[in-house]
């Protein structure tokens, strides 16, 4: 059992940055991959990052790579999402979620555990 909570969202203006956390419970946290998705008003949840139990592999969505990087310490069961060069199209709830190795890692039928998300508003 993992419980997942989120935080670092706000309100930045265009070209901003942000940083968001994800403090998880349990001792069997690094044996997670570990993703952040994002769902904006009206729109399906979709993948923005994901990185595996190690942090040595990450894979990004197109629209957000470049720009953010996912990264996680397991010794403090946290895992990070540095988002730079904010859009305004990157307005969403952010939510990270936590799967067992292996699958796909872009669905979110994949993932078991889910946090309760973290508003991110980017102004134009």
């Known amino acids: 059992q993992v419980q997942l909570v989120e935080s670092g969202g706000g309100l930045v203006q265009a070209g901003g940055s942000l940083r968001l956390s994800c403090a998880a419970s349990g001792r069997s946290f690094r044996r997670y991959a570990m993703g952040w998705f994002r769902q904006a008003p009206g729109k399906e949840r979709e993948f923005a990052a994901t990185i595996n139990w190690s942090g040595g592999s990450t894979y990004y969505s197109d629209s957000v790579k470049g720009r953010f990087t996912i990264s996680r310490d397991n010794a403090k069961n946290t895992v990070y999402l540095e988002m730079n060069n904010l859009k305004p199209e990157d307005t969403a709830v952010y939510y990270c979620?936590?799967?067992?190795?292996?699958?796909?890692?872009?669905?979110?039928?994949?993932?078991?555990?889910w946090g309760q998300g973290t508003q991110v508003t980017v102004s134009s």
């Open positions: 979620a936590a799967k067992p190795s292996g699958g796909n890692y872009y669905r979110v039928t994949e993932y078991d555990y």
